[in-house]
């Protein structure tokens, strides 16, 4: 069974940091992209950034260039998202998402992310 666990959400001040994390478990990790999509109540979901399976490449939302990192870890099956310059408008809750092109075919639970003063 395909498992997608997030931690890190929380709330943080405008221009404020979080780190989020995702565990992986029931599938080669390795094997699949990954992605953090994002979804605002009563909006639809937002892609934030991916990373590629192989290769690893990173990818990013314009909305979130130069202040987001992604970063996977195959031999922990773990995907990170560093978040740095927080916004009010990322406030969301963030989803990690595996990636089966051209679909988002598993997603964990989400966690919330509040930035506000």
């Known amino acids: 069974e395909v498992q997608l666990v997030e931690s890190g959400g929380g709330w943080v001040q405008p221009g404020g940091s979080l780190r989020l994390s995702c565990a992986a478990s029931g599938f080669t990790f390795d094997d699949y992209a990954m992605s953090w999509v994002r979804q605002v109540p009563g909006e639809g979901p937002e892609w934030v950034s991916g990373t590629a399976a192989g290769y690893h490449a990173t990818y990013y939302a314009d909305s979130v260039k130069g202040r987001f990192t992604i970063s996977r870890d195959n031999a922990k099956n773990t995907l990170s998202l560093e978040m740095n310059n927080l916004k009010p408008e990322d406030t969301a809750v963030y989803y990690c998402?595996?990636?089966?092109?051209?679909?988002?075919?598993?997603w964990g639970q989400g966690t919330q992310v509040t930035v506000s003063s």
């Open positions: 998402t595996r990636r089966k092109w051209p679909v988002f075919d598993s």
